[in-house]
């Protein structure tokens, strides 16, 4: 079966300072990549989707400088939170997609809690 | 503007009854999907559905691409249902999914 694990779970970081999370991809081929965010009581935002061999695309409101995504292969992924303060906690997951030539569903993982102190 | 309307935004149900959760959609979308949120956080995924109905145990989901709806019906409500349910829906695989607003369903004895 399709699985998404993320690393870590849970993390604890001081403001100011960074923090980098993996997403892998078990079972599938990962061709699409999608970062979100879930802010307390709140839906899930969509951040960026990173596609193999091509660009990575921001939504609005989110840059690469801030967080920057790795896209290596089509079973791994990162992100990173650089200089995370306290608008950005909360639950962070990826969800992976083999595209191919149809809509596929996306499979998410448990996601990592970013908590900013 | 928001692409997904999920409504109502809570709902309480005695144990045993149901009731149903729906997603409106702005644009024409390809698939909807159907999770449950625990109160870990954790996100449970029910459905993935690019046309027609599907069920599972007490749950049955439909998509309407064409009116451009979804709709998520529980039965028989058990304590464990109790919980923040989301759909999310993509019109391009190029792009990510945009989710609804969330449905907090408790579920009382």
């Known amino acids: 079966g399709a699985l998404v694990y993320q690393y870590p779970r849970r993390t604890i970081c001081k403001s100011g300072t960074s923090m980098r999370m993996e997403c892998q991809a078990v079972g599938f081929q990962a061709t699409s990549v999608a970062w979100y965010r879930q802010s307390p009581q709140k839906t899930f935002e969509l951040i960026a989707l990173s596609t193999v061999n091509s660009a990575i695309k921001y939504e609005q409101n989110f840059t690469q400088e801030k967080f920057p995504i790795s896209h290596p292969n089509l079973s791994f992924s990162s992100m990173t939170v650089l200089n995370a303060y306290l608008e950005d906690r909360g639950l962070y997951l990826c969800g992976a997609r083999d595209t191919g030539p149809n809509y596929a569903e996306q499979f998410f993982g448990p996601g990592t809690r970013l908590t900013v102190l | 503007g928001d692409q997904v309307e999920q409504s109502p935004s809570a709902l309480s149900l005695h144990e045993g009854t149901g009731s149903a959760l729906r997603c409106n959609f702005t644009t024409t979308m390809r698939a909807v999907q159907w999770f449950q949120q625990n109160s870990r956080g954790s996100l449970i995924n029910l459905f993935y559905l690019a046309s027609g109905t599907k069920e599972n145990g007490r749950l049955k989901s439909t998509f309407n691409s064409k009116e451009s709806y979804s709709t998520l019906h529980i039965r028989d409500a058990q304590l464990e249902d109790?919980?923040?349910?989301?759909?999310?829906?993509?019109?391009?695989?190029?792009?990510?999914?945009?989710?609804?607003?969330?449905?907090?369903?408790?579920?009382f004895p």
């Open chain 2, 82 to 107: 109790s919980g923040t349910y989301f759909c999310a829906a993509g019109y391009n695989y190029a792009q990510g999914l945009t989710f609804g607003l969330g449905t907090r369903v408790s579920v």
